[in-house]
């Protein structure tokens, strides 16, 4: 293995101890870490900068709705002594702020290959190595690819005919220009109404003529109550950081939450105790709210309490009724992941706000001068696309990924995503997956997450260089026992009663597999004795 100073000399070099594709905080993290083992490493990603996620997505509004203290790396406690975070969930351009500190802090850039999308990564099966082509030619290889690509960075753009023919500005929020977007005096559809649509359209009502949103699925939001972050209380969390951070990863989705999970179940109390409860997590604001009682994610009927409630608000705060309806969602609250928003429902109070209910009638097609549905064009200047993304495992599918006997991962995952820990792939000696299919990821901080992974997968090389082998492969028995285990864990829950995009229900033709595991301090515990137990469900050679 190459020294690191070896490794900052030698960026025209083609081979490699490890490739990294993608630059965000797993990307970053794990150079770092790789760094630190001496590899010789390259990452190659696709963005002109780092950070990912919070590169691609500047649309108005866009911010974390962990909280910021949470949301934030924990591997290096003078780094987390030394930023400071200005509100409680902070806004893209703070996140995207502080991973530059972190690319200049740790000499990042230096090992990064910007501006270069990898389009191939095949394994040779006499050398033990993996060849990686970019779009940049030169192909480079590696005994080792770690692909940090992101569950959430393949956008959805739905294929609605017409689009090619409208006259004004197509933008899509995952990609949203760099310059920011001038809505002034325009006329603005939304198509799209998740965590980032939610987000969005209250700024783009402020900043446009007029703004219609074109809604397919009703869906639940909580305040988020953003505020500024009182010096106070950041240095109170800073005076004991490693043990705040030690405690929030013992919570089943990796943070903690403002109130305590309150045990009880929604149906032992009556209806003012609950009503009660509900109000006091609506005030605090966050996903505090779906904590109120201990069974909201488990029993139907104990959940549908919870619907019945946000209901209620809604219809407080959408003075028309006929719009608040429509506002109303009747799917199972949190199966779709719940959203926090600021001044959202009230946005529909404003003059220049419509809501154009397509859950029985979809877009027919996008005309010159708008969008045409239920026998109506909507006259429109832009078009936003607030509409997801091809989540976990689009982007790694957009890549020609071939693994022993030249099997392609699209053949491999034709029936859905399997792996072993979501972290290795029987057929793909070598390759890791920083928060892949089967992994908790998008159910926790992803921050938190991926540190775990990028730790584990960091160790697994070392633990492989000391003891002489040369490859690690999961086993396909590992992979269909994890398989059958993740889905397990979800059938106790109420996640798989809507068509969320966990379920891989939002891409036309996707295969339908709840793709992440739940809970994160058994998962953790699983790795752990994996890796103890000399990686029990790999192979070695
Ligand atoms: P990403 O940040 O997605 O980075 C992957 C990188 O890989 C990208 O830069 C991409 O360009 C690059 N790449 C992909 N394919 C290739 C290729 N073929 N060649 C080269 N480069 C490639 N999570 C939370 O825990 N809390 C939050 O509050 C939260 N808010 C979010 C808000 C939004 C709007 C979105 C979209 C996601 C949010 N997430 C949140 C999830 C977020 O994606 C993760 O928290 C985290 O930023 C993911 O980091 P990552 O490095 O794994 O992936
Ligand atoms: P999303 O949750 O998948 O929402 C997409 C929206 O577009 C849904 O309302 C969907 O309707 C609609 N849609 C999709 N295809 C459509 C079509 N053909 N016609 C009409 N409507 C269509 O995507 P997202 O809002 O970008 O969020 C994705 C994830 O990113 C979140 O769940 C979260 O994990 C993360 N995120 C987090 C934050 C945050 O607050 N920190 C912000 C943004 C994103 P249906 O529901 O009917 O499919």
């Given at each position: 293995?190459?020294?690191?100073?070896?490794?900052?000399?030698?960026?025209?070099?083609?081979?490699?101890?490890?490739?990294?594709?993608?630059?965000?905080f797993a990307?970053?993290y794990?150079?770092?870490r790789?760094?630190?083992?001496?590899?010789?490493?390259?990452?190659?990603?696709?963005?002109?900068?780092?950070?990912?996620?919070?590169?691609?997505?500047?649309?108005?509004?866009?911010?974390c709705d962990v909280e910021s203290m949470q949301y934030s790396y924990q591997f290096d406690e003078a780094l987390q002594q030394e930023w400071e975070w200005?509100e409680r969930y902070s806004?893209?351009?703070?996140i995207?702020?502080y991973?530059?500190?972190v690319?200049?802090?740790?000499?990042?850039?230096?090992?990064?290959?910007?501006?270069?999308?990898?389009?191939?990564?095949?394994?040779?099966?006499?050398?033990?190595?993996?060849?990686?082509?970019?779009?940049?030619?030169?192909?480079?290889?590696?005994?080792?690819?770690?692909?940090?690509?992101?569950?959430?960075?393949?956008?959805?753009?739905?294929?609605?005919?017409?689009?090619?023919?409208?006259?004004?500005?197509?933008?899509?929020?995952?990609?949203?220009?760099?310059?920011?977007?001038?809505?002034?005096?325009?006329?603005?559809?939304?198509?799209?109404?998740?965590?980032?649509?939610?987000?969005?359209?209250?700024?783009?009502?402020?900043?446009?003529?007029?703004?219609?949103?074109?809604?397919?699925?009703?869906?639940?939001?909580i305040?988020a109550a953003n505020r500024?972050l009182g010096a106070d209380e950041q240095a109170d969390v800073k005076a004991k950081y490693p043990e705040f951070r030690a405690e929030n990863s013992l919570y089943p989705n990796a943070f903690s939450l403002r109130m305590p999970l309150n045990e009880t179940?929604?149906?032992?109390?009556?209806?003012?105790?609950?009503?009660?409860e509900?109000?006091a997590r609506?005030?605090e604001g966050g996903f505090t709210f779906s904590w109120s009682f201990g069974d909201l994610g488990l029993?139907?009927?104990?959940?549908?309490?919870?619907?019945?409630?946000?209901?209620?608000?809604?219809?407080?705060?959408?003075?028309?009724?006929?719009?608040?309806?429509?506002?109303?969602?009747?799917?199972?609250?949190g199966?779709?992941r719940l959203?926090l928003?600021?001044?959202?429902?009230?946005?529909?109070?404003?003059?220049?706000?419509?809501?154009?209910?397509?859950?029985?009638?979809?877009?027919?097609?996008?005309?010159?001068?708008?969008?045409?549905?239920?026998?109506?064009?909507?006259?429109?200047?832009?078009?936003?696309?607030?509409?997801?993304?091809?989540?976990?495992?689009?982007?790694?599918?957009?890549?020609?990924?071939?693994?022993?006997?030249?099997?392609?991962?699209?053949?491999?995952?034709?029936?859905?995503?399997?792996?072993?820990?979501g972290?290795?792939?029987?057929?793909?000696?070598?390759?890791?997956?920083?928060s892949?299919?089967?992994s908790p990821s998008v159910l926790t901080n992803m921050i938190v997450s991926i540190e775990q992974h990028v730790d584990w997968?960091?160790d697994?090389?070392?633990?492989?260089?000391?003891?002489?082998?040369?490859?690690?492969?999961?086993?396909?028995?590992?992979?269909?026992?994890?398989?059958?285990?993740?889905?397990?864990v979800?059938?106790?829950t109420?996640?798989?009663?809507?068509?969320?995009?966990?379920?891989?229900?939002?891409?036309?033709?996707?295969?339908?597999?709840?793709?992440p595991l739940l809970g994160f301090p058994p998962y953790v515990e699983k790795c752990d004795e994996?890796a103890a137990?000399?990686?029990?469900?790999?192979?070695?050679?």
């Open positions: 293995m190459a020294d690191h100073a070896a490794a900052t000399s030698t960026l025209p070099s083609s081979n490699f101890d490890a490739v990294i594709v993608g630059a965000g990307g970053l794990m150079l770092h790789s760094r630190g083992l001496g590899l010789k490493v390259r990452v190659f990603e696709v963005g002109a900068g780092v950070g990912g996620t919070w590169y691609w997505n500047r649309y108005p509004g866009a911010r200005s806004g893209q351009p703070e995207l702020s991973a530059n500190h690319a200049d802090r740790f000499n990042l850039r230096e090992d990064i290959q910007f501006e270069t999308r990898v389009e191939s990564v095949h394994f040779d099966e006499e050398t033990e190595r993996w060849s990686i082509c970019t779009d940049r030619g030169n192909p480079v290889s590696a005994q080792f690819v770690i692909m940090a690509t992101g569950c959430l960075s393949s956008t959805n753009m739905p294929d609605i005919p017409g689009m090619d023919l409208f006259a004004g500005d197509i933008h899509h929020t995952g990609q949203w220009p760099h310059g920011g977007v001038n809505f002034d005096g325009k006329r603005v559809g939304v198509i799209g109404t998740g965590s980032s649509g939610i987000q969005a359209i209250p700024l783009i009502a402020e900043q446009s003529e007029h703004l219609t949103v074109f809604q397919r699925t009703a869906q639940y939001a305040p500024p179940s929604a149906l032992d109390v009556d209806d003012d105790e609950r009503d009660r509900y109000e609506w005030r029993d139907l009927d104990a959940n549908a309490t919870a619907g019945e409630f946000v209901r209620g608000k809604i219809r407080e705060l959408v003075r028309d009724p006929e719009t608040a309806e429509k506002l109303c969602p009747d799917t199972v609250l199966c779709k959203c928003d600021t001044g959202y429902f009230e946005t529909f109070n404003r003059p220049n706000v419509d809501l154009v209910d397509i859950s029985k009638q979809e877009i027919d097609r996008i005309t010159t001068n708008g969008i045409e549905t239920g026998g109506r064009e909507y006259k429109l200047d832009a078009i936003v696309f607030a509409t997801g993304f091809d989540a976990m495992t689009g982007t790694l599918l957009a890549m020609d990924i071939r693994g022993r006997d030249g099997l392609t991962l699209q053949e491999k995952w034709s029936a859905g995503p399997g792996t072993y820990l972290l290795g792939i029987p057929g793909f000696p070598n390759l890791f997956t920083i892949g299919p089967g997968i960091a697994c090389i070392s633990a492989m260089s000391k003891r002489g082998h040369r490859t690690i492969e999961a086993t396909l028995d590992a992979e269909e026992n994890w398989v059958e285990h993740v889905n397990a979800a059938n106790e109420v996640y798989p009663a809507c068509n969320s995009w966990y379920l891989g229900a939002n891409i036309p033709g996707k295969t339908r597999v709840f793709m994996v137990n000399g990686y029990e469900g790999f192979t070695l050679t």
